[in-house]
Nanobody, 121 residues
Framework: EVQPVESGGGSVQAGTSLRLSCTVP????????AAWFRQVGGKEREWLSS???????TYARSVEGRFTISKDKVTDTVFLQMNNLTPEDTAIYSC???????????????WGQGTQVTVSS
């Protein structure tokens, strides 16, 4: 079973930027979209942004204006550009594939393992 693979996390200073990647072979050909989430400890997972197969983009208010989602159809990779990071952005960031319609094919309803982002002041 193909799963999203995230990368690009790390430890950075406040005020800097990171770009996360989520690669899903078959994302474009299967008309999957993707969404980014983050989770801190045992707290509820927070939705951040979505990019659907028809290129519709949405953001959570908490990150709109600082985070940008984009997609490379050639490499089937979805990016999350995160600017002006603060310690409150420290979390595990995960990518999930999405689908317009029901039922979604398995590839379009799958979670990645996540990547840690740590922002220090």
């Amino acid at each position: 079973e193909v799963q999203p693979v995230e990368s690009g996390g790390g430890s950075v200073q406040a005020g800097t930027s990171l770009r996360l990647s989520c690669t899903v072979p078959g994302l474009t050909s299967n008309r999957c979209g993707a969404a980014w989430f983050r989770q801190v400890g045992g707290k509820e997972r927070e939705w951040l942004s979505s990019l659907s197969a028809d290129d519709t983009i949405t953001y959570a208010r908490s990150v709109e204006g600082r985070f940008t989602i984009s997609k490379d159809k050639v490499t089937d990779t979805v990016f999350l550009q995160m600017n002006n990071l603060t310690p409150e952005d420290t979390a595990i960031y995960s990518c999930k594939t999405t689908f317009i319609g029901w039922p979604p094919p398995p590839l379009c309803d799958s979670w990645g393992q996540g990547t840690q982002v740590t922002v220090s002041s």
